[in-house]
């Protein structure tokens, strides 16, 4: 069991970073003429199958449970979202191939939307002919958490981000916000294992700020990784030891190269 000086870990607390499932202007490339919000695609159908096939398969062989989801802005985070829920907080676990209809248990899961968990904002992530002219995408939080299954979100929560990302950042200020807002959630909720929908980039920043010597290769729809770190009691206090990289390369959908020379006696940890 890890320690930490004379204490030993009580818990270790589990955080699973995940991209979205697949978007609607990725298969059909017309979408965006017509859209009117051309910046904030929907899920196309396989993806909303993929996402409640992943919520199954982590409420089957995860290993433990996952207790809130904070999730990004972005219709197509939230609509995973929905699909995984479906399948984490099912009352009874059927066959459908999307969560429409599915009665979900409220006291299995909370969910919260992070504004911190959203896109990269700039052209990089998101191109310019479709992305509004002012940079400002304008997301009404009520009518997001509106799209979430009833009594599953948490409404006390306070947002680490009060506000939206600037539009303009560049990929090292996008890179520190997703490395600090992981830590910053798991530290708010140290007892608790946590399931964070984003988008790409923040996944990959999962993995390259455990391990710095990695290059991700790819980050396929709803692919994930794992990490883990010990949390020990102290003076009747919580306090955490650092995360750990628990997935392999391509065991989740997360493909990542290391160099030949690296060795995993020792890892890189957020600050």
């Not at 290769?217 to 750990?244: A, H, N, W």
Request: aromatic fraction near 8%; glycine fraction near 8%; charged fraction near 25%.
């Amino acid at each position: 069991m890890a320690s930490k000086g004379n204490h030993a870990a009580v818990s270790y607390q589990n955080v699973v970073v995940m991209r979205h499932g697949e978007r609607i202007d990725n298969l059909e490339p017309s979408w965006a003429a017509t859209a009117a919000r051309p910046w904030d695609p929907p899920l196309a159908e396989p993806g909303r199958k993929r996402a409640l096939e992943t919520g199954r398969r982590l409420r089957e062989n995860l290993g433990f449970p996952i207790r809130r989801v904070f999730v990004s802005p972005f219709l197509r985070c939230l609509q995973t979202a929905e699909e995984l829920v479906s399948s984490l907080a099912a009352v009874e676990e059927g066959d459908s191939t999307t969560g429409d209809g599915v009665t979900v248990d409220p006291l299995k899961v909370k969910v919260s939307v992070e504004y911190g968990l959203c896109e990269m904002m700039n052209s990089k992530a998101i191109r310019p002919n479709v992305a509004p002219k002012d940079g400002n995408m304008r997301f009404d939080m009520a009518e997001c958490e509106a799209m979430l299954p009833a009594g599953i979100v948490d409404k006390n929560v306070e947002r680490v981000y009060k506000e939206f990302p600037h539009w303009g950042e560049s990929d090292l200020q996008a890179g520190e916000r997703y490395k600090h807002l992981i830590k910053d959630l798991a530290d708010k909720y140290p007892t608790q294992n946590l399931l964070l929908i984003t988008h790409g980039e923040g996944v990959k920043v999962a993995v390259s700020s455990l391990r710095k010597d990695a290059e991700v290769e790819e980050v396929q729809y709803c692919g994930y990784v794992k990490l883990r770190r010990p949390i020990f009691m102290k003076d009747e206090t919580f306090t955490s030891g650092d995360f750990d990289l628990l997935t392999t390369s391509g065991e989740t959908g997360v493909c990542y190269s290391l160099p030949l020379s690296f060795h995993n006696t020792t890892h890189p940890t957020f600050p």
